[in-house]
């Protein structure tokens, strides 16, 4: 016996009334006291068999609703067997000596074809309870066609009931045809609505049962459209026979009572709707608030904690650099710059996936080049897989790498992939990066072509079980090695998905290394290409500019302006907007430099004033990095927009983009930031 997770009262309450009905019909046989067999005044009595059955069907459903499956199997076959002999003796005219097996007696033969021999209304509806019943421990399939054989069961009680409550004989007592005794009516039509209340995953009362504006209705309307029609019906009845009126007045009394009614019914559950309406706006504003007030802390969070973080990276990035220091200083400094970034992007990788579940994780497409970047990439990881002795090994063998797509969010990706693999493969391991043309079916989106890039390792690979789950959100197949969030390949996936590609992971089993393979539409309409199109190299000397630095964190603006002066620049130094608005009016500037969150107004205001009254251009530092923060620092004027913690030579890349392309250039187009990953 499996016990359930709560008992079904309304099964069992409909179980115990057919086997106490069917135990009161049965002692009346017995007995020999007709008025137990025939409740009503027509003398047409529930027959013996019928009795056994409702106890049966009865028990049968007290066991369902605790759980006892086996029982409820048994009984079912047993209920449905007698219902089909009888059916079969109606069909072929073959007395199987089972009508008065239990009993046999003179009275209570009204509507009968032989004594003691169930009408074919009830034959049928034991047949189909029964085999509801065994039906009802099955799977969904078999639970679907019980949940039919009772509606079905259920429209035959109805069909009698209706006849009984109007006093029309041709539906309850033609012997053939209809004949039912009302007790075997009211048993089956109870024994269905519990059976029915024991299948809640199904139609209809999956609907009935649902907490939803549907659900409502269907549970104050339909019960009403029966009931209501069946008792106006009955009362007009009773009054005309009673000889209050006369049938014509009886006719429209009950039409007038019944609109009067189905439109109350009406309004009363309208009413309900529109509170739940009512309930439903007032929560969706509320969420949607929710949501708003998330985003700003979460935005407000990313300010608070990459700022500290700036000054810091910056130093130890020109420190380890300098070659005065000592190289296990350098080497100290290294470690400190990386965990900083990782730091950093650890804080990305959170707003990512905020921007990716609210749908809010938009791209910026260019032209770019697939190998460019992930060349870019193994750079970044270079060093760390030099630490621990991997080889990497390119083969960039694809004849068209150019893709249409955002180069920011795409190295991100190849930087989470690369990242992984460092991370998960053992010292002196090979990673392997390659590339190679791919065909899929032509879409909307061009001729079919695909590139498609694969990072391999011999690392720690991952199972079968672990493998279905790694591009969820929070999974990590390991946590031995180091931390992580469990975001980057969650993030990768979201990125590729928008720029409709695949993302795929494969592995041999846990020890035996994983491949990770990105496919991506090729640019459309557009001569593939191998290289990017040329920039600024980093080596390029920087020219001097005037630059005006604008920020209210004193140690970031002390670093910054000692790191632009030291490149050649002329600097002045600003910690709010009155003093850069008063530096722009006496002096001549180049460029602007400006943070975002300022004491007295934003740099986003800044910008468009200096933009508007000098023609100034700048480049946006902040803690902010939303995608509504990168489109309005566009929007007012500036060039770039660069996340705290700022990469100094990003920074100093930007500004030489600025001289190549000169100053007062309308836009830059600048490579984003790579993000941290985990597996």
């Excluded at 421990?137 to 054989?149: D, E, F, L, P």
């Excluded at 309004?267 to 504003?285: F, T, Y």
């Excluded at 107004?601 to 995608?627: D, K, N, P, V, W």
Aim: with cysteine; net charge neutral.
């Amino acid at each position: 016996m499996t016990p359930p997770r709560h008992i079904n009262l309304p099964a069992a309450g409909f179980g115990l009334y057919a086997i106490l009905g069917g135990a009161l019909v049965l002692t009346g046989w017995l007995a020999d006291v007709p008025i137990l067999t025939a409740w009503g005044s027509n003398g047409i009595s529930m027959m013996p068999n019928a009795a056994v059955c409702a106890m049966c069907a009865g028990a049968a459903l007290v066991a369902l609703a605790f759980g006892a499956r086996r029982l409820v199997v048994g009984l079912g076959i047993f209920v449905a067997l007698i219902g089909a002999a009888t059916l079969f003796e109606f069909a072929t005219g073959i007395d199987l000596g089972i009508d008065q097996l239990i009993v046999a007696r003179e009275w209570g033969q009204r509507g009968t074809v032989e004594p003691g021999r169930m009408g074919p209304p009830g034959s049928a509806s034991w047949t189909l309870l029964g085999l509801a019943l065994a039906l009802a421990c099955g799977g969904v399939k078999a639970r679907r066609a019980a949940g039919m054989g009772v509606l079905l069961a259920l429209a035959v009680s109805l069909l009698s009931l209706v006849g009984y409550a109007f006093g029309a004989d041709q539906l309850y007592l033609v012997p053939k045809l209809t004949a039912i005794a009302l007790q075997t009516a009211t048993v089956i039509f109870g024994l269905s609505l519990g059976l029915l209340s024991a299948l809640p995953g199904l139609q209809p009362m999956k609907l009935l049962a649902a907490r939803t504006t549907a659900g409502m209705l269907a549970r104050r309307v339909l019960p009403m459209v029966f009931l209501l029609p069946i008792g106006v019906g009955a009362l007009v009845v009773w009054g005309r026979e009673a000889g209050l009126f006369e049938t014509v007045f009886g006719t429209a009394l009950r039409t007038l009572i019944e609109i009067f009614l189905l439109a109350a019914l009406l309004w009363w559950a309208l009413l309900k709707v529109a509170g739940n309406e009512q309930a439903l706006c007032a929560a969706r504003e509320e969420a949607e608030q929710a949501a708003r007030t998330k985003d700003t802390f979460l935005a407000q969070l990313s300010h608070e904690l990459r700022t500290p973080l700036t000054p810091v990276l910056m130093t130890a990035a020109v420190l380890r650099d300098d070659a005065r220091l000592p190289a296990d200083v350098r080497k100290d400094l290294v470690m400190i710059e990386r965990n900083i970034a990782l730091e950093a992007r650890l804080i990305d990788d959170l707003l990512d996936l905020t921007r990716i579940t609210s749908g809010k994780l938009a791209l910026r497409t260019e032209s770019c080049d697939a190998h460019s970047l992930i060349s870019h990439t193994i750079e970044i990881v270079r060093d760390e897989a030099r630490e621990k002795q991997i080889t990497l090994t390119l083969d960039l063998a694809a004849q068209r790498s150019q893709l249409e797509a955002d180069p920011a969010r795409l190295q991100q990706v190849f930087w989470n992939l690369l990242r992984n693999a460092v991370k998960f493969t053992p010292r002196g391991g090979h990673i392997r990066v390659e590339s190679h043309d791919g065909v899929c079916e032509r879409d909307h989106r061009g001729d079919g072509h695909r590139v498609c890039i694969a990072v391999s390792d011999d690392g720690i690979g991952f199972s079968a079980a672990d493998g279905g789950r790694l591009f969820e959100p929070f999974h990590q197949a390991d946590t031995t090695h180091g931390a992580g969030l469990g975001l980057g390949l969650a993030i990768a996936r979201a990125v590729v998905d928008l720029h409709h590609g695949h993302i795929r992971a494969e592995s041999g089993g846990p020890g035996r290394g994983a491949t990770f393979t990105v496919e991506l539409p090729g640019e459309v309409n557009r001569k593939a290409q191998m290289t990017a199109p040329a920039a600024a190299s980093d080596g390029e000397p920087e020219l001097p500019l005037r630059l005006l630095l604008v920020e209210d964190h004193e140690a970031t603006l002390q670093v910054l302006s000692r790191l632009l002066k030291r490149a050649g620049h002329s600097v002045t130094s600003a910690g709010t907007v009155a003093e850069a608005q008063a530096a722009a009016r006496g002096q001549n500037f180049d460029f602007v430099i400006s943070d975002l969150g300022l004491p007295d107004g934003t740099g986003h205001q800044l910008m468009a004033h200096l933009r508007e009254a000098h023609g100034l251009r700048g480049i946006a530092l902040s803690g902010y990095g939303m995608e509504e923060d990168l489109r309005r620092s566009e929007e007012v004027g500036f060039v770039a927009h660069l996340v705290k913690p700022v990469d100094v030579n990003e920074l100093r890349r930007i500004l030489r983009q600025v001289v190549a392309r000169g100053v007062h250039a309308t836009r830059c187009s600048v490579d984003g930031f790579p993000r941290d990953a985990s597996r």
